[in-house]
T-cell receptor, first 111, second 111 residues
Framework: NAGVTQTPKFQVLKTGQSMTLQCAQD?????MSWYRQDPGMGLRLIHY???????DQGEVPNGYNVSRSTTEDFPLRLLSAAPSQTSVYFC??????????FGQGTRLTVV | SQKIEQNSEALNIQEGKTATLTCNYT??????LQWYRQDPGRGPVFLLL?????KEKRKERLKVTFDTTLKQSLFHITASQPADSATYLC??????????FGAGTQVVVTP
């Protein structure tokens, strides 16, 4: 099993550009989420989904969009990148009360 | 507001001793708590889950307790080893089901 696959691993964007971070899982988990982690800080929830077609906002949703058209995929879209969005992004999937599996992370720099 | 908090101060401990980490929650009663390990540059890795009706859970040298009266979970690493050095995170669902991480506690085990 691949588990949770995030792409790309690294990305540099210019201010104002848009992009999509991809996240796919092959474990048939209903729950998927996106977090960002800034240097020396904990993980903050951006958006999450409890199943295909259902998404909701987390702690820091501004500037990000998500959709969940399939159980497997949960892409995160940056609408207009800002330097404040420079961070490491993690995607995770889990069953409703099970431990979460995390992707390898995407290191995003906005210049 | 509903919060989950961990001691942000690093825990320095000598090899062979027991490391004890604390996770406190306020203004809600989570159905469960999870503990994760995160190494630098990597995504968190799930370690243990404890439900509100469980007092204690063990996995090898790890032990987790859940005290709903104190609104606290304790995470113990017994017979600690330098390889246990990492940041340890607790996670719980809030009243709306959003999964929230604590900020994490860094553990440094010295030989």
């Amino acid at each position: 099993n691949a588990g949770v696959t995030q792409t790309p691993k690294f990305q540099v964007l210019k201010t104002g550009q848009s992009m999509t971070l991809q996240c796919a899982q092959d474990m048939n988990h209903e729950y998927m989420s996106w977090y960002r982690q800034d240097p020396g800080m904990g993980l903050r929830l951006i958006h999450y989904s409890v199943g295909a077609g259902i998404t909701d906002q987390g702690e820091v949703p501004n500037g990000y969009n998500v959709s969940r058209s399939t159980t497997e995929d949960f892409p995160l879209r940056l609408l207009s990148a800002a330097p404040s969005q420079t961070s490491v992004y993690f995607c995770a999937s889990s069953t409703r009360q099970g431990g979460a599996f995390f992707g390898q992370g995407t290191r995003l720099t906005v210049v | 507001s509903q919060k989950i908090e961990q001691n942000s101060e690093a825990l320095n401990i000598q090899e062979g001793k027991t490391a004890t980490l604390t996770c406190n929650y306020t203004n809600y009663s989570p159905a469960y708590l999870q503990w994760y390990r995160q190494d630098p540059g990597r995504g968190p890795v799930f370690l243990l889950l404890i439900r509100e009706n469980e007092k204690e859970k063990r996995k090898e040298r790890l032990k987790v307790t859940f005290d709903t009266t104190l609104k606290q979970s304790l995470f113990h690493i017994t017979a600690s080893q330098p390889a246990d050095s990492a940041t340890y995170l607790c996670l719980s669902p809030d009243s709306w089901g959003k999964l929230q991480f604590g900020a994490g506690t860094q553990v440094v085990v010295t030989p």
